[in-house]
């Protein structure tokens, strides 16, 4: 038996799509736009930065940053997003979701200036400062991770809610081509201003001093699109389903959404109360009920997260590196530092407008036709064919002529990421938890999504370098090369393929069918109810009342047989 629906929360269940929920998806778009843009622009100038602060005038080739710098360099902002994601998701139950949503963007944006602005007289204070700084950018943007997925879920009709949490998702396909665009700009306007020879011709000359302002340009760009947002954020009222179902108050709530959907709602606080209490609707993360109702569900979207985020990092991070092995970006040496920048951020400027944004945006047009579970169970699906059709004949992508065949089946996978598991992740545990640990549910599944980012990041690194001493980067240790690397990142998508049928499908129904919130306490009584019921139905049987009548129908019986 269901418990009866408030008002507002079946209106906004049935509600049409309106104004305000594309204002909401650009309101939270935005934020992701700057996420995206603010952990993978780094990428493009990490060779710069070798360039610039580790030149060394003996070597052959251009200078690299060493290995325990590059790694906390990729790496440090998603130590931060981790543990952004757990603290404000927290928080985002604890205090309502509006409270905490302009801190994560008044913090993302302090960040992204800081980063560009990192100083120091040695390179070691440079680096250190740089990730001093992105570290508090990570833990702004982690904050944006279950506040934006929480806020669009409770915001949108039960029709259309996954296109809409896809949809503030995908900004983040628009935010990887914006560093990528924004690169290329910067690099070409530096090159013409100040042309330079290729490192094999004038080593030091190959490196003019102004290419210092690049990287912290593009760096510092990302703090534009937070600054932009940061008002309609504030304006934003809290979603009804915190106002209600964990704050208590349908007043507040009623009013809110009223404000919204221009319609009338009636308070309802007594129905509010009902909703809101029996064992049913106040255990905790920790309680045997929850491990129970949704165990298996947060199993199944933080593994799958951490399985999605080890591929789909380390690919994105690394691009520039397995570009350079099949020769698709020319050897370093044969170049000028601000031409790097700009080879590169061409390669991942390509890649994000041919497969990762249409990815996303094929997510947004099909996640509310054909569900949840088989959008992600087919991507993982595509991701393994595509990764083990690069890495077994890997030999064969080498070769100058199908290079283009490489870089197609390459795109592939992010193709099949984006339309797939990266973007059902991030929907899905804001659809099946209940209000009050929503977000808590939400920022547990993204950090452990991060916490794979982290082992992409940082195991990427060394393992893809070559198995031959005399061929790995300077300061790297030989490792299992990109063929090997290539295949144990097909073994990892396979395992996220398997994990994925721990997930529940949540197309069309409500949040608190999906939660159990709906639930009604009757539905499924707990064991002291059941033994009031059988204390009394006992207590019946033996009452003196029931006993004499027993008493009478057993004696009519025997004079209806005496002869």
Request: overall charge neutral; some cysteine.
């Amino acid at each position: 038996m269901a418990k009866k629906q408030l008002q507002v929360l079946d209106a906004l269940d049935a509600a049409k799509t309106q104004w305000y929920h594309f204002t909401a998806i650009v309101i939270a778009g935005m934020g992701f736009f700057t996420d995206a843009y603010d952990l993978f622009c780094i990428s493009l100038v990490t060779k710069l930065l070798g360039r610039i602060y580790y030149f060394d005038p003996t070597s052959a080739k251009p200078g690299t940053l060493p290995p325990n710098v590059s790694a906390a360099v990729n790496g440090v902002a998603f130590c931060g997003t981790l543990a952004g994601q757990l603290f404000f998701g927290w928080l985002g139950d604890k205090m309502g979701r509006k409270r905490v949503y302009g801190l994560t963007l008044l913090l993302m944006f302090v960040c992204s200036v800081a980063s560009g602005l990192s100083f120091g007289k040695s390179p070691t204070a440079v680096m250190a400062t740089l990730c001093f700084f992105r570290f508090w950018l990570g833990f702004g943007i982690g904050g944006d991770y279950p506040l934006s997925a929480t806020i669009m879920s409770e915001y949108a009709n039960k029709r259309t809610r996954g296109a809409f949490i896809a949809a503030v998702f995908a900004m983040q396909g628009f935010g990887i081509l914006a560093g990528g665009i924004v690169s290329i700009i910067v690099s070409t306007a530096f090159d013409k201003r100040f042309p330079a020879p290729a490192y094999q011709f004038d080593k030091a000359g190959s490196t003019v001093p102004q290419a210092d302002y690049i990287w912290r340009i593009i760096l510092m760009f990302g703090s534009f699109p937070a600054a932009l947002t940061y008002y309609w954020r504030m304006q934003m009222p809290e979603t009804a389903r915190y106002t209600a179902l964990v704050a208590k108050n349908a007043k507040q709530a009623a009013a809110d959404m009223s404000k919204v959907l221009q319609v009338q709602f009636e308070s309802e606080q007594d129905k509010v109360e009902v909703m809101t209490t029996g064992d049913n609707q106040n255990y905790g993360l920790f309680s045997r009920q929850f491990l129970k109702k949704h165990g298996l569900h947060l199993l199944g979207t933080a593994s799958t997260w951490f399985l999605l985020d080890i591929a789909f990092y380390s690919q994105n991070l690394f691009q520039k590196d397995i570009f350079s092995s099949i020769g698709w970006i020319p050897k370093a040496e044969t170049m000028n530092a601000i031409h790097e920048v700009y080879r590169i951020a061409r390669a991942q400027t390509l890649i994000a407008l041919c497969s990762t944004v249409p990815g996303y945006w094929f997510t947004v047009f099909f996640i509310d036709v054909v569900g949840r579970f088989a959008i992600q169970l087919m991507g993982f699906f595509f991701m393994t064919v595509f990764m083990f059709a690069l890495a077994i004949p890997y030999n064969h992508w080498k070769q100058p002529d199908h290079r283009i065949g490489f870089v197609v089946m390459y795109a592939l996978t992010f193709f099949f990421a984006n339309f797939g598991p990266n973007a059902t992740t991030f929907v899905v545990p804001a659809e099946i938890f209940p209000a009050r640990l929503r977000s808590t549910c939400h920022g547990i599944s993204a950090a452990s999504g991060k916490a794979g980012a982290i082992v992409g990041a940082f195991g990427f690194l060394y393992a893809a370098q070559s198995r031959d001493p005399t061929l790995t980067d300077h300061g790297y240790p030989p490792g299992i090369g990109v063929k090997n690397a290539l295949i144990v990142l097909g073994v990892v998508n396979a395992l996220g393929f398997l994990f994925t049928f721990l997930v529940p499908e949540s197309k069309g129904r409500s949040l608190e069918e999906m939660s159990g919130e709906a639930e009604d306490e009757e539905a499924q009584p707990s064991a002291e109810s059941r033994s009031a019921r059988t204390a009394s139905v006992q207590y019946e049987v033996l009452s003196p009342a029931t006993t004499e009548r027993l008493s009478g129908n057993m004696a009519d019986t025997a004079d209806d047989l005496d002869p």
